[in-house]
């Protein structure tokens, strides 16, 4: 059975190669898969401090599964905003990367 330093260290791996995408990469839409793994790694650290966080009754405490509901419908959300924000960036530049982009004049 998996402990939770397991899922600790699974999800500081998944934040570590999420921040290292989101520093090293130049392209918009990789920047923004990389902040995406970066809160899947956070929702895994939530989710698994509540399964091994046990209530006085012995049953697991849900508020950390509850919050990543919340963590789940904010990112939906800024998945939309975000795509709308690079579509209308790469259809007023003609490109995606991160250097070629200096100030937000159109």
């Given at each position: 059975m998996a402990t939770l330093n397991d899922y600790l260290?699974?999800?500081?791996?998944?934040?570590?190669?999420?921040?290292?995408?989101?520093?090293l990469r130049r392209n918009i839409i990789i920047v923004f898969m990389c902040l995406e793994l970066m809160l899947s790694a956070a929702n895994l650290t939530l989710v698994a401090f509540s399964r091994f966080n046990t209530t006085a009754n012995g049953l697991p405490d849900y508020n950390g599964q509850m919050l990543v509901f919340f963590v789940i419908t904010v990112a939906a959300a800024e998945v939309a905003v975000g795509l709308a924000i690079i579509v209308a960036l790469y259809r007023a530049r003609q490109t995606i990367?991160?250097?070629?982009?200096?100030?937000?004049?159109?």
């Open positions: 260290l699974v999800s500081g791996l998944l934040f570590a190669i999420g921040l290292a995408g989101v520093v990367h991160t250097d070629e982009l200096t100030s937000l004049k159109g």
